[in-house]
């Protein structure tokens, strides 16, 4: 059987969900980065200026 829980065990969150300051700066770089790949492919490609004859 379970021990029934506590005060202190109650209060204290899960250490899965926690939001950390690891975790926020991992998330924080990886949309960083994928925010500059796709503004990376959105860009027009720079071509030589071709006049019609």
Excluded: F, H
Excluded at 19 to 35: D, P, Q, T, V, Y
Aim: with cysteine.
């Amino acid at each position: 059987m379970a021990p029934e829980p506590t005060a202190e065990t109650a209060q204290r969150p899960s250490p899965t969900r926690r939001l950390n300051k690891r975790r926020l700066i991992r998330w924080a770089a990886i949309g960083g980065a994928l925010i500059l790949a796709v503004l990376a492919c959105w860009q027009d490609p720079v071509y030589a200026p071709v006049t019609p004859p």
